[in-house]
């Protein structure tokens, strides 16, 4: 059992491992309230429905301490941001303060994301930071949102926020409420969000405060050290256990958004003891799109994938990424250098979390599932209504399901570990915007065959109401489907396709276009990877697909060997049986 000594009041005392747990799930309380306090408060979809935010607690010098239910790839930026502020105002921080940045030059991720870090102090001294992280609306820039993958540097995307205060003293600083109010094409709902974000953070103020007063200064530090040595032990612990080992993976992104590619992410990691390092020497140099995720990013990503290999209890904390190393060369596609942009690097982001899937599964033969579904699909649809007000849908659709495992099929539009943002219900979009959703739905024969099939694609058909309005889409695994494990066969890839019904066509992954009143935006996201032989299968399970309408018959004749009765879905294990016999002397 992990204990150490330290000075409180005078004396010596042994810290408590039970106090250490209830200062643990104090602060984890209050990082998750702060989401709480957001999801009531806040303004916009992508914020309140779509989840896209994530909170924190950090000791006084910027060690992440606890995090709320978050967003894992948020999550690695948050130090590096808040280090960002730090070295612009160490000397001059005081209560009240609230300080705010986006810049990813500066530690953050992208413009949309803006970091906010209040200072907590008791009896004169600052004791932590409460942290919180928003994906706003729109920042500004050429393409509404913000999200445009064709960006080609990262003044295009918008307004800019070096590490400022945006409160000093508990007095807002009304010029840059008043820069950010005339940046931006949706000014109530930014600025809604942005006061939602401080309210929580007020609120994340007043809550610790109250925890504080139960404990001596010296001793709650001391308890959030421990907490980080804590996670580091158990980590290092956690990583000892598993086989030390060499392992390679590269995956694929269609192109770079401007449609030069593709793009090959190639990684390696070395696992040694109680210590993992991952080097992407071998990706793709920088490329021109705004898909680049920046350093802190992809080691975010990385950080998560390996996660998912541990226990769950450990806490997530700065004690966490200690033993673990990310080496991205500078200049190269997933570390670029100034003034790459970074809009669209969600995109990017989620390419390097199937990555530390896939290093993660080599590690553990036979032991992982395999790549999840879905298109990284985020669609912008902005423009004004006929009293010339402005409306901005972002919508972020990347959840269709998890690969097939070792254990069963994956979960079809089920949630996706690594991402943790929620879909946005049809209702929710047609009543905030001009827009009508056809059809939303699950894709028949898109899971990636195998002994256990991965999850069925989605659909998400939009049709567009008003007189005019710019549709941005940023998308991906057309030509590079997510991939299976252990013999199972690749996911459907992704399509996207404009007026289905009438003229129809297909679309590139990612575009900018203009999309007219009653005109149709159809995306047919990917499935899931799937896992093992497909002809070992459990025919009866092949059945039950079929009659839940997952799997047609020529599918499963043709991919798994099974014939079904049409009307009684009862397997023809004779046929089934001469087919299966066939197809294994013909591979």
């Not at 204990?3 to 042994?14: D, I, L, P, R, V």
């Amino acid at each position: 059992m992990h204990f150490k000594q330290g000075n409180f009041s005078g004396t010596m005392t042994a810290l408590s491992p039970i106090t250490r747990e209830l200062v643990r799930n104090a602060l984890v309380t209050i990082a998750d309230n702060m989401l709480v306090t957001v999801i009531r408060t806040s303004r916009s979809t992508v914020v309140k429905v779509n989840l896209d935010f994530s909170a924190s607690i950090c000791d006084a010098q910027g060690q992440m301490v606890a995090q709320g239910l978050s967003l894992p790839s948020h999550l690695g930026a948050t130090m590096p941001a808040l280090e960002g502020c730090l070295k612009e105002f160490e000397e001059d921080i005081s209560p009240g303060d609230i300080l705010a940045s986006n810049d990813p030059y500066s530690g953050a991720s992208h413009l949309n994301d803006i970091f906010m870090f209040k200072p907590i102090y008791k009896a004169g001294e600052r004791i932590a930071f409460v942290g919180l992280t928003l994906h706003h609306t729109d920042m500004g820039g050429r393409v509404p949102g913000g999200n445009a993958t064709d960006s080609t540097e990262i003044f295009q995307e918008g307004l800019r926020i070096a590490p400022t205060k945006i409160y000093e003293k508990g007095h807002p600083n009304r010029t840059l409420f008043r820069i950010i109010e005339k940046n931006v094409r949706v000014p109530h709902t930014v600025l809604g969000d942005i006061r939602s974000q401080i309210s929580a953070l007020n609120v994340a103020e007043k809550e610790l405060q109250r925890v504080l007063s139960d404990y001596e200064n010296e001793s709650f530090k001391a308890y959030m050290q421990d907490l980080i040595d804590y996670a580091e032990a158990r980590t290092r612990a956690g990583i000892a256990a598993l086989p030390d080992g060499e392992v390679e993976f590269t995956d694929w992104n269609d192109d770079d958004g401007t449609g030069e590619g593709p793009i090959k992410i190639h990684a390696k990691m070395i696992k040694k003891g109680d210590e993992i390092v991952v080097d992407f020497t071998g990706t793709s140099p920088q490329m021109s799109g705004a898909l680049n995720p920046n350093y802190w990013f992809t080691a975010s990503c990385i950080y998560a994938g390996i996660r998912t290999a541990l226990e769950l209890d450990i806490p997530t904390n700065a004690g966490f990424y200690k033993p673990l190393t990310v080496i991205a060369p500078e200049g190269s596609w997933v570390n670029p250098k100034f003034p790459a942009p970074f809009g669209a690097r969600g995109l990017g982001g989620y390419r390097i979390r199937t990555m530390g899937l896939g290093l993660v599964a080599e590690l553990l033969k036979g032991q992982r599932p395999a790549c999840p579904g879905g298109s990284e699909f985020a669609v912008v649809y902005a423009g004004y209504h006929q009293n010339e007000d402005p409306f901005l849908l972002l919508e972020f659709h990347v959840m269709t399901g998890q690969g097939g495992g070792p254990t069963g099929d994956g979960q079809e539009g089920g949630p996706y570990c690594l991402g943790n943002v929620a879909n946005v219900p049809v209702e929710v979009i047609e009543a905030e915007n001009p827009v009508l959703i056809e059809e939303y739905s699950l894709l028949p024969d898109t899971g990636g065959p195998g002994e256990f099939r991965g999850a069925l694609g989605i659909v998400r058909q939009y049709r567009f109401l008003a007189a005019e309005g710019t549709v941005q889409l940023r998308s991906d695994r057309k030509y590079h489907q997510p991939w299976g494990l252990e013999g199972g066969g690749c996911g459907a890839p992704g399509n996207i396709i404009r007026n289905p019904c009438n003229n129809a066509e297909e679309q590139p992954s990612k575009f900018v276009l203009t999309f007219h009143k009653d005109e149709v935006l159809r995306g047919e996201m990917p499935g899931s990877g799937g896992w093992g032989d497909p002809l070992k299968r459990d025919p009866t399970r092949v059945a039950e697909d079929i009659r839940q309408e997952k799997v047609t018959q020529a599918h499963a004749r043709e991919i798994y060997g099974v014939i079904v009765d049409a009307d009684t879905f009862v397997v023809d294990e004779v046929k089934t049986e001469a087919i299966r016999a066939a197809m294994g002397k013909a591979q």
